[in-house]
């Protein structure tokens, strides 16, 4: 099983194992984080959790979930279909059980599917191996033999017969055993983490002769060569469908030979998770539907050349026909039926989407769950990064998929909005068809808060797109921002500079127009302040009114400087006042005049702007423009000469009179700029400031 992942063939497997890796790793960190605690035996979302409501509780819950679909998808990945010489190796001279009951496993979808879902759920189990199971069991009959007066020996098949202390004893043995055989415990343990197999319980307790029992299915005798296999397989199995039905066994002693004989209805009962209810029903449904088809195989190939005679066919039990679909089903409804109320969780609805192979529905359910639209109680950060992997992974072709690409354009806009995770974007658009890439990183682009970001994403698409989709990408950035040549925004403008100097600055000359028009003069400062002017791009009239513009921005802003610092004048009473500005405010004159300085030059750089402010060769320009320069140029001088006035030094006065007189020198004609009444209240304020000085001179 292969995709195809940035033109290199990678292994389903190998991607797996490292998600697994990946969630391992993760699982250890919060894990150990002293602040949670989770139940011994807790394994994943499908096994019922009871925690507190915490962040990293939720996510760890989540993350064993997870690393459930990941070994399932690890285990099917694998499977091995049937081999190009199944024909020829039926006439082998011989060969053994095991091999021949591979073949048969091997030929059928089905019974490969039922082996690994059987493999991945005891592995699920021994990842997670709950309380220790002893070893030092009493002896069977302690009680029994202690109580009793006939030296008779006791009969091991009578043992529910046996005192009532033997008999909860037993009981509690055979929950054991369930558990391990639920584990895929049943012939080996795992020494080294000091679980045994129901092999050693059993021989350990005392009780051979259920070692005996439980073993008689090995599909083979020894690994010697003389060995071809056990030919009384089905007998076995048809006595431990027997044990399952007989009357006074518990529960879990029913349910081990209810498996052990691939009778489900007898181990469902004591099945306490779904994922146990579809380990018994996908295992009882391998066990009959290979057994059949090996005792088949048998017969035809291998007839006269076993040690022994191969089991009649009454002992061979033949089971309906069976769909996968029908043992998901029958597992939903044995789980339902001791849960009532119960919905399948994210993880589980995944999990059967996996197992019935039916991709699309699991990429419309991993949209559904991740946009919050199923009302699934998930830890929303983890589980949105894990569909988006799970798509990537199972989907072959995600470049070409449109439909199914909005599973990683929600994850995009996950990235998007947590900052410390943008630098993973770019390698996520590579998973994604042509036309949505550019839409959405061109979204992306347009969401920057800065410029810095914004080139750094221009960046990383240069270097992972062909140059044609960068192409493609600023032109959407474009639209985006610029829709039919008409800036929504400050922030789109900004956007755009980078992209295209000539459209920012028509863009920005629009904004400065409204903005100045409304006297919204922070709007143009920080309008003013973002653009960066290319100086290699000749933009003509466009690039003269928006130097106009800048000129103009500049000099109100510096005049606003100057109207606050005089809004708080010097006290020699104010002990913070000394402490800036010296004992006798020394320094406060010199800033006053620096400030008046700056707002004085940036006025004069206006009204003497060279060729004339706001003027252009292009008459039709010119005459649309007049408007506004006959309202901004006026409107500056006269906050300038109000800044004199609050100054009252015989300077800043006689700067009056210097502003007058470079409004009227004829090279930048800022005089027609006034109007007759504008021009009377320039030359009043004139006349009032030359008053002024030389009432200042005099004294």
């Known amino acids: 099983m292969e995709i195809d992942a940035g033109g290199d063939a990678v292994d389903v497997v190998t991607l797996v194992q490292d998600e697994i890796e990946a969630v391992d790793a993760r699982i250890a960190e919060l894990a150990n984080a002293p602040e949670v605690r989770l ?14 409501p915490d962040e990293a509780v939720a996510e760890l819950g989540d993350l064993r979930a997870q690393r459930t679909v990941w070994a399932l998808l690890s285990i099917i990945a694998g499977e091995i279909g049937p081999p190009d010489d199944a024909a020829a190796a039926a006439g082998e001279a011989r060969v053994s059980h095991r091999a021949l009951l591979e073949r048969v496993i091997g030929a059928s979808h089905d019974l490969r599917r039922c082996r690994s879902i059987s493999a991945w759920s005891e592995l699920c189990h021994r990842h997670a191996d709950p309380d220790a199971v002893p070893l030092d069991w009493p002896n069977p009959f302690q009680h029994t033999l202690a109580s009793s007066s006939s030296a008779a020996p006791v009969d091991p098949e009578r043992e529910r017969d046996a005192h009532a202390d033997d008999a909860a004893t037993a009981t509690r043995f055979w929950r054991a055993v369930w558990r391990l055989v639920v584990a895929g415990r049943l012939y080996e343990g795992d020494e080294a983490n000091g679980v045994p197999s129901v ?10 002769h259920l070692a005996c029992s439980l073993a008689g299915g090995l599909p083979y005798h020894s690994t010697g060569d003389d060995a071809e296999g056990n030919p009384h397989r089905w007998l076995w199995r048809s006595a431990c469908r027997a044990a399952a039905d007989a009357d006074g066994a518990s529960v879990w002693e029913r349910a081990v030979y209810g498996v052990l004989g691939g009778q489900a209805r007898a181990a469902l009962p004591a099945c306490s998770t779904w994922m146990e209810c579809l380990w018994a029903t996908s295992t009882c449904a391998l066990i009959l539907a290979s057994d059949a088809a090996l005792h088949d195989a048998l017969a035809r190939t291998m007839d006269g050349r076993v040690s022994e005679p191969l089991d009649d066919e009454r002992w061979v039990m033949r089971p309906r026909p069976f769909t996968m679909r029908a043992l998901v089903d029958d597992s939903n409804a044995a789980y339902a039926q001791g849960h009532p109320g119960a919905k399948p969780d994210a993880y589980r609805r995944i999990v059967c989407h996996i197992v019935l192979d039916d991709r699309q ?59 410390d995770l943008h630098h993973r974007i770019p390698a996520v658009m590579l998973s994604l068809p042509d036309d949505v890439r550019v839409r959405e990183y061109a979204a992306v682009l347009r969401a920057c808060v800065d410029e810095a970001t914004r080139r750094w994403f221009l960046e990383q698409a240069q270097r992972l797109f062909p140059r044609e989709t960068v192409a493609r990408i600023r032109t959407a950035l474009l639209d985006l921002v610029v829709p039919g040549d008409d800036a929504r925004s400050v922030d789109d403008l900004i956007a755009c500079q980078a992209l295209d100097p000539l459209a920012a600055v028509r863009q920005a000359n629009v904004f400065f127009r409204d903005l100045l028009a409304r006297d919204l003069l922070d709007d143009a400062v920080r309008l003013n302040a973002a653009l960066v002017r290319d100086a290699s791009v000749d933009a003509g009239d466009d690039d003269r009114e928006l130097m106009a ?30 402490l800036q500005f010296g004992d006798t405010g020394a320094n406060w004159e010199q800033m006053r005049a620096s400030f008046f300085d ?18 252009f060769v292009d008459a039709d320009r010119d005459a649309r423009l007049a408007p506004l320069r006959r309202k901004c140029l006026p409107d500056l001088v006269a906050r300038l000469f109000a800044a004199c006035e609050l100054m009252g030094t015989a300077d800043s006065n006689g700067a009056c009179l210097d502003v007058c007189a470079a409004v009227s020198e004829d090279e930048t004609r800022a005089y027609q700029a006034f109007d007759r009444d504008s021009l009377c209240n320039l030359l009043h304020s004139t006349r009032n400031a030359f008053l002024r000085y030389a009432a200042t001179i005099a004294c």
């Open 549 to 578: 513009w800048s000129a103009l921005v500049k000099a109100r802003s510096k005049i606003v400087d100057l109207q606050r610092f005089l809004s708080k004048r010097y006290d020699v009473g104010d002990a913070l006042d000394r």
């Open 361 to 419: 529905a699991l990429f419309d359910d991993l949209y559904e769950t991740m946009t919050g639209r199923g009302g699934d109680d998930v830890h929303a950060p983890s589980y949105v990064e894990f569909a988006a992997r799970l798509y990537q992974i199972l989907s072959d072709e995600p470049e070409a998929d449109a439909h199914n690409a909005r599973i990683l354009v929600e994850f995009i806009r996950y990235l998007s909005r947590t900052r």
């Open 199 to 208: 092999m050693q319980v059993c021989q350990a307790s005392g009780r051979d």
């Open 598 to 615: 700056i707002a004085l030059r940036s006025t004069l750089a206006v009204v003497r702007f060279e060729g004339g402010w706001m003027r």
């Open 39 to 52: 139940p011994r035996g807790a394994m994943s979302a499908l096994t019922p959790l009871s925690l507190p």
